[in-house]
């Protein structure tokens, strides 16, 4: 029998590679980078059929076609007994998720492990804890009044209970809704993952569901937090194999702005919403915010005045306008001088045009971007602290940033940047060649766990061709036969998948083994 193999190898080897290029293929690369595109009638309706158990077929339809709590559903009972089963086919299932969000069957999976570790290992190398929360929370925690995008783009509905909840659009809010409950001795250092939800216009590597890395430490008056922070962003793109020539972080401060709105004028209250304001001039017309800068009382000169001096790229020509001492530019200054000492400054550069679209950033704002320029911000954040004290809270300072799964993927299969994802980790798979052999190959296969080896067993009878189809699609390393001469001889046969050498093991040797090669 185990002359076939090299010739099963052979067969194996015409089989065409399903590996995915540069990681993923087809309807996996489609669900990872969007376009999913969701089954709607002609009328919009989205149809889903969810039981057909008790002889009775529920159809949910909903005229809005995504969580808005606005309208309810309709369910509509259709008895089958009006039409024979046999007769009337169940509507095609739809086979995508929600438009915007994504599955992750086992390569997606690996991808999104893959990045999550790395995630996990700069926050810790650093010395952040992880910390979660629910995907649930109130509304009341978003609705800030500045006409922020992300709290207009809130998947919220009423609960059971007559409540208003949302699901989060960002951890930030919840972050500060634990400190202020939890009051922990300050400062920490505390980093998630956590998913987050906007109704969000898709482009690629915006989405309506993300996976945010949020890095935040709180407690630190000085720019050593931000430097600490962008320190562990720099160590993040550096284990993923990005360097400085890839990416960038643009640095500015609000409290420059500050200080150009008030020599502008305007008055500190109108601060926040100014910001955010601004922050949209870089993606609409002034003429489309006319009604909105009225209302803040600001004057279309006035905002010409702030665009051009925002143009800037040199902190040196700000400090001309707002004065060397000005405390934001000073604050400016050090950061880039503490990031020159660790070596991480070419990473950086300053950019007066930076403002961020949260109403809740007070000082220094950052934002990591893709140097050719094709893709969205990468990641983005600053120091916030005012935020607990807008809940009710003391004034207690912040920073941090937050950081999507979906454009540093972007961006990493652009850079080619991504190890193959299809196949899992498997080190052996283990296969009885004897009829009824099953539990000896199981046996088998736990002695190699005992060692600490993951390991795959062939569970149905199968021809040896079909085992090695399997292990090679599943990734296994080696493939170990069970039974057959070397079995009668107490001994097992392993073959290593790569070299295609093979070797003759005892059984009874086999976890000493496996734990030295
Ligand atoms: P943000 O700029 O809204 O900040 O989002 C931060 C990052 O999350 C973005 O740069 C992007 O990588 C990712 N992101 C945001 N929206 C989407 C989306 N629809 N699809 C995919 N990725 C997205 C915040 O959320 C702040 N709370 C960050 C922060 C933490 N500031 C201080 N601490």
Same mark, same amino acid.
Request: proline share 8%; charged share 25%; net charge positive.
């Given at each position: 029998m185990l002359l076939l193999l090299p010739f099963t190898m052979f067969l194996l080897r015409l089989v065409p590679s399903t590996s995915f290029q540069p990681c993923l293929k087809g309807s996996l690369k489609q669900t990872l980078t969007g376009g999913n595109p969701t089954i709607f009638s002609k009328t919009h309706q989205r149809l889903r059929l969810t039981s057909t158990t008790n002889n009775q077929v529920r159809l949910y339809s909903s005229n809005? &076609?995504?969580?808005?709590?606005r309208k309810s559903s309709s369910v509509q009972k259709l008895n089958s007994s009006n039409s024979s089963p046999s007769k009337k086919k169940p509507s095609p299932l739809n086979l995508q998720p929600p438009k915007g969000t994504r599955d992750f069957p086992p390569p997606l999976l690996r991808l999104r492990t893959y990045l999550f570790t790395r995630f996990r290992s700069a926050s810790l190398s650093h010395g952040f804890s992880e910390y979660d929360s629910p995907v649930l929370e109130s509304e009341s925690l978003y609705t @800030?009044?500045?006409?922020e995008e992300v709290t207009e783009q809130l998947y919220c509905f009423t609960d059971k209970g007559d409540r208003r909840v949302t699901? @989060? &659009?960002?951890?930030t809010p919840s972050l500060a809704r634990i400190i202020m409950g939890m009051k922990p001795a300050l400062p920490i250092k505390w980093f998630s993952i956590p998913q987050c939800w906007r109704y969000e216009r898709m482009t690629r590597g915006r989405r309506r569901e993300h996976y945010q890395w949020n890095v935040d430490v709180w407690g630190v008056q000085g720019v050593e937090a931000e430097v600490e922070v962008i320190s562990v962003m720099v160590r993040f793109f550096t284990s993923v194999g990005i360097t400085q020539s890839d990416v960038g972080i643009k640095v500015n401060s609000r409290g420059i702005i500050g200080a150009l709105l008030e020599g502008l004028g305007i008055p500190e209250d109108k601060f926040a919403e100014t910001c955010v304001l601004i922050d949209k001039l870089e993606k609409v017309p002034v003429e489309a915010l006319k009604a909105d800068l009225e209302e803040l009382g600001i004057t279309e000169e006035q905002i010409t005045a702030l665009t051009d001096v925002l143009v800037h790229k040199d902190i040196e020509k700000i400090s001309e306008v707002v004065g060397s001492d000005c405390p934001a530019v000073q604050d400016v200054r050090k950061l880039f001088s503490m990031c020159t000492d660790l070596g991480i400054v070419d990473w950086l550069e300053f950019d007066a045009?930076?403002?961020?679209?949260?109403?809740?950033?007070?000082g220094i704002v950052f934002e990591a971007f893709d140097r050719s320029g094709t893709l969205r911000a990468i990641a983005g954040g600053g120091r916030y602290d005012k935020l607990l004290e807008s809940f009710g809270g003391d004034p207690t300072p912040a920073v941090g940033f937050g950081f999507g799964d979906a454009v540093i993927v972007e961006l990493l299969k652009d850079k080619n940047l991504l190890p193959d994802f299809e196949k899992g980790e498997v080190e052996f798979c283990v296969y009885s060649m004897d009829e009824g052999g099953t539990a000896k190959a199981m046996k088998v296969a736990n002695e190699l766990r005992e060692k600490g080896c993951s390991v795959d067993v062939v569970l149905e009878e199968k021809k040896m061709k079909w085992a090695f189809k399997h292990a090679d699609r599943i990734g296994a390393k080696r493939v170990v036969i069970v039974g057959g001469d070397e079995g009668s001889r107490g001994e097992v046969r392993v073959k290593n998948m790569e070299s295609g050498e093979q070797e003759t093991v005892k059984v009874a040797e086999i976890g000493e083994w496996a734990e030295n090669i």
């Open positions: 809005s &076609p995504d969580l808005a709590g @800030r009044k500045a006409g699901l @989060r &659009p960002e951890m045009s930076v403002i961020r679209g949260l109403s809740y950033y007070t």
